[in-house]
């Protein structure tokens, strides 16, 4: 899905990448995963590699593709691995805007950015705040007996707020449903450190296994 933008008076080019699975029961209806691939690029002849920011996110979209080929969705799902966030949203503000399928047939968006290392073992799920039954969905069960999976992150001041972080923020200013899987920030948020040698696995395979987890809730709910 090509698209082109102007940001800080530059212009550019930039494309998302889409996958669809058509649902089992209800392929009318859908649920959009998200996340973005693209990051800092090169600064000073510095490489930002972007490893959790969002590389964690992006190998989360392989996992649900993986799982998706023997275990159908009753919803169809569109995996998205937006383009240009890092300079304002633009893939997804693209993808709400020019939508290959109507709004309202949207269900919820799960947008993951940012969940592969937490020093204090934490996931949050932002989002829950504004749907009822998101929420229910998140407290009323055990995710994981290694990660504490808090919801949170999406009311009060806005450093604390993320409810306008990432590409979650076009899908919630459309009225669409909305769960944002993410960890706080670190020593090497946006910084040329954020490598894949700083990523913690098993934090990692734990929080990608919370997220599908979370998704086979809401995969059973008509939002």
Known sequence: ??????????????????????????????????????HEGIKNGVIYNGAD????GISGL???????????PKHSVILAAFDAEELGLQGSKYFVNHSIIPLKKIMVNLNMDMISRSDKNELFAVGTVFNKNLENVVINYEYSKKIKFLKGHDQGNFKDNWTYASDHASFHKKGIPFL???VEDHEDYHQPTDDYENIQPDFYIETVKVI????????????
């Open 1 to 38: 899905q090509p698209f082109s933008f102007t940001a800080e008076g530059k212009y550019y080019e930039g494309k998302n990448v889409l996958g669809l699975i058509k649902g089992s029961l209800n392929p009318e209806t859908y649920i959009v995963i998200s996340a973005h691939y693209d």
């Open 53 to 56: 920011d969002d590389a964690s």
């Open 62 to 72: 392989f996992s649900f593709a993986e799982y998706f080929k023997n275990n159908p």
């Open 180 to 182: 944002y899987f993410g």
């Open 212 to 223: 599908m987890a979370v998704f086979k809730k809401i995969d059973l709910l008509q939002l």
